[in-house]
């Protein structure tokens, strides 16, 4: 199997293939034997970023699905869309949270991770918009979902008994 610079195949359906653990076991095989993470310039993030969006275009989430047919119980899979994310992308970039934040401030790196981003914003908002993610979890990842600030005007709380009246021996007699 043919290898690029990076030690990802080129081979499309071997990265397809692979699980996420085994794309971090790359990456990991490769600092080892450089003794650093890999270089990463804004063309090579693009193209890892390219090998992460068909990964997750064809390494489709799994789930089981049991139920009744004419009184038998049957099973069977469901084939669902992976939503792209940053942790996955991270893990084919090879690099830290941190270090995704600090590329995203750096003037050479500002396009290629504004549109990495736009991508799997566009990604994940159409998929929740047409039934295929999660929208109440995609709208709290994309930071869509409406929040509500409740305040006091003087912040105190006023005693039971001042609301009352003042005598509570009204339920004895």
Same mark, same amino acid.
């Given at each position: 199997?043919? /290898? !690029?610079?990076?030690?990802?195949?080129?081979?499309?359906?071997?990265?397809?293939?692979?699980?996420?653990?085994?794309?971090?076991?790359?990456?990991?095989?490769?600092?080892?034997?450089?003794?650093?993470?890999?270089?990463?310039?804004?063309?090579?993030?693009?193209?890892?970023?390219?090998?992460?969006?068909?990964?997750?275009?064809?390494?489709?989430?799994?789930?089981?699905?049991?139920?009744?047919?004419?009184?038998?119980?049957?099973?069977?899979?469901?084939?669902?869309?992976?939503?792209? !994310?940053?942790?996955?992308?991270?893990?084919?970039?090879?690099?830290?949270?941190?270090?995704?934040? !600090?590329?995203?401030?750096? /003037?050479?790196?500002?396009?290629?991770?504004?549109?990495?981003?736009?991508?799997?914003?566009?990604?994940?908002?159409?998929?929740?918009?047409?039934?295929?993610?999660?929208?109440?979890?995609?709208?709290?990842?994309?930071?869509?979902?409406? !929040?509500?600030?409740?305040?006091?005007?003087?912040?105190?709380?006023?005693?039971?008994?001042?609301?009352?009246?003042?005598?509570?021996?009204?339920?004895?007699?």
């Amino acid at each position: 199997m043919s /290898e !690029s610079k990076d030690d990802l195949p080129d081979n499309p359906a071997a990265i397809n293939s692979m699980e996420l653990w085994e794309v971090a076991n790359v990456n990991l095989k490769t600092a080892k034997k450089t003794g650093r993470p890999l270089a990463l310039t804004p063309e090579l993030m693009w193209e890892r970023a390219q090998k992460y969006f068909a990964w997750c275009g064809h390494k489709k989430i799994i789930e089981e699905k049991i139920g009744f047919y004419q009184g038998e119980s049957c099973s069977g899979y469901v084939f669902h869309t992976r939503p792209m !994310s940053i942790a996955g992308l991270i893990v084919f970039l090879g690099i830290s949270k941190q270090s995704w934040h !600090s590329y995203k401030e750096r /003037e050479a790196f500002l396009d290629v991770t504004a549109l990495i981003e736009s991508i799997m914003f566009e990604q994940k908002f159409s998929g929740a918009s047409v039934g295929k993610f999660n929208a109440n979890i995609i709208a709290r990842d994309l930071q869509l979902s409406e !929040s509500q600030k409740v305040t006091m005007e003087n912040g105190s709380v006023t005693p039971w008994d001042k609301i009352t009246g003042g005598d509570d021996d009204d339920d004895d007699e």
